[in-house]
């Protein structure tokens, strides 16, 4: 059974499925509004050298996303 887990958690290279956005209020809908929603697929292209933000990959653009906005997002890793 594949876990879930923050998708701050993941490293570069990595892909995984968002299952949910915990988050509410203006940081859950800014969140949204940028595309991660349930069932779109991200990849880790990068981060910065002190491991934030995190550069995402989704769709067809490339977004960053600070830690601790990356905490409430929660994803299943693909294989």
């Known amino acids: 059974m594949p876990t879930q887990q ?16 915990k988050a509410s209020g203006e940081l859950g809908r800014r969140i949204r509004d940028m595309g991660l929603v349930p069932g779109v697929t991200v990849e880790v292209v990068g981060r910065a050298p002190l491991k934030d933000p995190v550069a995402l990959r989704i769709l067809d653009f490339t977004l960053t ?5 990356a905490d409430w997002i929660t994803v299943e890793i693909k294989d």
């Open 6 to 21: 923050a998708l701050r958690s993941l490293k570069v290279g990595q892909k995984a499925v968002v299952r949910s956005v």
């Open 65 to 69: 996303l600070r830690n601790n906005e």
